[in-house]
Protein backbone atom coordinates (compact mmCIF):
# COMPACT_ATOMS: atom_id res chain seq x y z
CA UNK A 1 0.00 0.00 0.00
CA UNK A 2 1.14 3.48 -0.75
CA UNK A 3 0.70 6.81 0.38
CA UNK A 4 -2.03 7.23 -2.23
CA UNK A 5 -3.75 4.44 -0.97
CA UNK A 6 -3.62 5.55 2.86
CA UNK A 7 -4.79 9.07 1.41
CA UNK A 8 -7.72 7.44 -0.58
CA UNK A 9 -8.81 5.53 3.03
CA UNK A 10 -8.49 8.46 4.90
CA UNK A 11 -10.66 10.46 2.44
CA UNK A 12 -13.54 8.51 3.57
CA UNK A 13 -13.14 9.36 7.28
CA UNK A 14 -14.88 11.75 9.33
CA UNK A 15 -11.33 13.37 10.36
CA UNK A 16 -8.85 13.45 7.13
CA UNK A 17 -6.10 14.24 9.42
CA UNK A 18 -6.29 12.59 11.99
CA UNK A 19 -6.18 9.51 9.90
CA UNK A 20 -3.21 10.19 7.98
CA UNK A 21 -0.96 11.22 10.94
CA UNK A 22 -2.32 8.17 13.21
CA UNK A 23 -1.66 5.99 9.68
CA UNK A 24 1.76 6.91 8.81
CA UNK A 25 2.51 7.09 12.24
CA UNK A 26 3.66 3.14 12.02
CA UNK A 27 6.10 2.37 9.27
CA UNK A 28 3.53 -1.09 8.64
CA UNK A 29 0.89 1.39 7.57
CA UNK A 30 2.82 1.14 3.63
CA UNK A 31 2.24 -2.21 3.05
CA UNK A 32 -1.13 -2.98 5.55
CA UNK A 33 -4.41 -3.98 4.26
CA UNK A 34 -7.43 -2.06 5.45
CA UNK A 35 -7.95 -4.58 8.15
CA UNK A 36 -4.58 -4.07 9.20
CA UNK A 37 -4.69 0.06 8.93
CA UNK A 38 -7.69 -0.31 11.19
CA UNK A 39 -5.99 -2.22 13.86
CA UNK A 40 -2.63 0.51 13.72
CA UNK A 41 -5.61 2.57 14.37
CA UNK A 42 -6.32 0.97 17.28
CA UNK A 43 -3.05 0.96 18.86
CA UNK A 44 -3.13 5.05 18.37
CA UNK A 45 -6.14 5.15 19.56
CA UNK A 46 -5.01 2.81 22.56
CA UNK A 47 -1.62 4.83 23.57
CA UNK A 48 -4.07 8.14 23.57
CA UNK A 49 -6.46 6.52 25.49
CA UNK A 50 -4.19 5.23 28.19
CA UNK A 51 -2.24 9.02 28.01
CA UNK A 52 -5.79 10.38 28.90
CA UNK A 53 -6.03 7.63 31.61
CA UNK A 54 -3.19 9.16 33.30
CA UNK A 55 -3.72 12.74 32.57
CA UNK A 56 -7.11 11.81 34.77
CA UNK A 57 -5.16 10.38 37.16
CA UNK A 58 -2.76 13.26 37.76
CA UNK A 59 -5.78 15.66 37.91
CA UNK A 60 -7.45 13.86 40.86
CA UNK A 61 -4.27 13.91 42.59
CA UNK A 62 -3.60 17.47 42.37
CA UNK A 63 -7.74 18.04 43.77
CA UNK A 64 -8.57 20.45 40.76
CA UNK A 65 -11.82 20.77 38.45
CA UNK A 66 -14.80 18.48 39.12
CA UNK A 67 -14.03 15.36 40.93
CA UNK A 68 -17.25 13.96 39.78
CA UNK A 69 -16.82 14.59 36.57
CA UNK A 70 -12.98 13.61 36.56
CA UNK A 71 -13.96 9.76 38.67
CA UNK A 72 -16.77 9.28 35.84
CA UNK A 73 -13.49 9.83 33.37
CA UNK A 74 -11.75 6.99 34.46
CA UNK A 75 -14.16 5.07 34.30
CA UNK A 76 -15.32 5.75 30.60
CA UNK A 77 -11.28 5.61 29.85
CA UNK A 78 -11.25 2.34 31.54
CA UNK A 79 -13.70 1.20 29.21
CA UNK A 80 -12.02 2.02 26.13
CA UNK A 81 -9.22 -0.19 27.42
CA UNK A 82 -9.81 -2.95 28.91
CA UNK A 83 -13.59 -3.85 27.00
CA UNK A 84 -14.20 -1.64 23.67
CA UNK A 85 -10.69 -1.90 21.78
CA UNK A 86 -9.79 -5.57 23.02
CA UNK A 87 -12.87 -6.03 21.49
CA UNK A 88 -12.41 -3.90 18.13
CA UNK A 89 -9.23 -5.63 18.33
CA UNK A 90 -11.01 -9.30 18.68
CA UNK A 91 -13.08 -8.94 16.31
CA UNK A 92 -10.61 -7.30 13.48
CA UNK A 93 -8.36 -10.53 13.51
CA UNK A 94 -11.60 -12.94 13.41
CA UNK A 95 -13.15 -10.97 10.74
CA UNK A 96 -15.83 -9.81 12.64
CA UNK A 97 -16.08 -6.44 11.04
CA UNK A 98 -19.84 -5.39 12.50
CA UNK A 99 -18.88 -6.60 16.10
CA UNK A 100 -15.03 -4.35 15.41
CA UNK A 101 -16.75 -1.39 14.00
CA UNK A 102 -19.24 -1.92 17.44
CA UNK A 103 -16.35 -1.52 19.45
CA UNK A 104 -14.46 1.80 18.01
CA UNK A 105 -17.64 3.78 18.28
CA UNK A 106 -18.31 2.70 21.77
CA UNK A 107 -14.66 4.45 22.36
CA UNK A 108 -16.75 7.33 20.81
CA UNK A 109 -19.00 7.51 23.15
CA UNK A 110 -17.22 7.09 25.82
CA UNK A 111 -14.94 9.81 24.93
CA UNK A 112 -18.12 11.91 24.64
CA UNK A 113 -19.58 10.74 27.89
CA UNK A 114 -16.81 11.88 29.62
CA UNK A 115 -16.42 15.78 27.83
CA UNK A 116 -20.36 16.03 28.55
CA UNK A 117 -19.47 15.29 32.45
CA UNK A 118 -18.06 18.67 33.12
CA UNK A 119 -20.58 20.57 34.52
CA UNK A 120 -19.14 23.64 34.47
CA UNK A 121 -18.85 23.03 30.39
CA UNK A 122 -14.90 23.49 30.78
CA UNK A 123 -13.44 20.42 30.62
CA UNK A 124 -9.53 20.02 31.18
CA UNK A 125 -9.32 17.21 28.85
CA UNK A 126 -11.23 18.42 26.12
CA UNK A 127 -8.20 18.24 23.81
CA UNK A 128 -7.37 14.82 24.39
CA UNK A 129 -11.51 13.59 24.12
CA UNK A 130 -11.79 15.05 21.13
CA UNK A 131 -8.17 13.03 19.61
CA UNK A 132 -9.74 9.49 21.37
CA UNK A 133 -12.96 10.56 19.90
CA UNK A 134 -11.72 11.57 16.39
CA UNK A 135 -9.34 9.06 15.97
CA UNK A 136 -12.07 6.05 16.89
CA UNK A 137 -14.39 7.36 14.12
CA UNK A 138 -11.87 7.39 11.68
CA UNK A 139 -11.22 3.33 12.43
CA UNK A 140 -14.98 2.93 12.52
CA UNK A 141 -14.90 4.39 9.12
CA UNK A 142 -12.20 2.45 8.36
CA UNK A 143 -13.62 -0.96 9.11
CA UNK A 144 -16.97 0.32 7.71
CA UNK A 145 -15.37 -0.09 4.44
CA UNK A 146 -15.13 -3.67 5.48
CA UNK A 147 -18.49 -4.42 5.71
Do not use: W
Not at 5 to 21: G, K, M, R
Not at 40 to 57: E, F, G, S
Request: with cysteine; net charge negative; glycine share 4%.
Amino acid sequence: MDEKLIQDICEQTPNFDICVSSLNSDPKSSSADNPELALIMANVINIKAANTLNRIKDLLQESSGDRDALISCVENYKAILVVDLPQAIKALTNGAYDIAEDGFFDAVLQANFCEDGFSSGSSPLTDMNKYVHDASDDARAIVRLLI
